[in-house]
């Protein structure tokens, strides 16, 4: 089993940033691959971004790609996901989830990963 905890969701103008932090506990290890999900209201959840836990290799969605970043900091288990240039259609829940052996393929489905996270609102308005 892993745990995962959401944190660092709040309120940010249009244009600011945030860094959103998931830690995890647990069963981790290098097989991971941890991913960064988010919903808005009436919406389904979508793909933000994964970070491989070995390795560090990460990907990302077209609609986050060059403003949001996600890392890793393996002594404290915890993953960032640092987002810039916040538009207000970011406004969602963003929820951390996890997954082992995903194979060479990034997973990018809500179906494709085993643990989340409770949720953390991210809220871009002026």
């Known amino acids: 089993q892993v745990q995962l905890a959401e944190s660092g969701g709040g309120l940010v103008q249009p244009g600011g940033s945030l860094r959103l932090s998931c830690a995890a506990s647990g069963r981790t290890s290098a097989s991971l691959v941890m991913g960064w999900f988010r919903q808005a209201p009436g919406k389904e959840r979508e793909f933000a971004a994964a970070?491989?836990?070995?390795?560090?290799?990460?990907y990302s969605a077209d609609s986050v790609k060059g403003r949001f970043t996600m890392s890793r900091d393996n002594a404290k288990n915890t993953v960032y996901l640092q987002m810039d240039t916040l538009k207000p259609e970011d406004t969602a829940v963003y929820y951390c989830a996890a997954r082992r052996n995903p194979g060479s393929t990034w997973p990018t489905w809500t179906y494709e990963y085993t643990y989340w996270g409770q949720g953390t609102q991210v809220t871009v308005s002026s």
């Open positions: 970070i491989r836990w070995g390795g560090g290799a990460t």
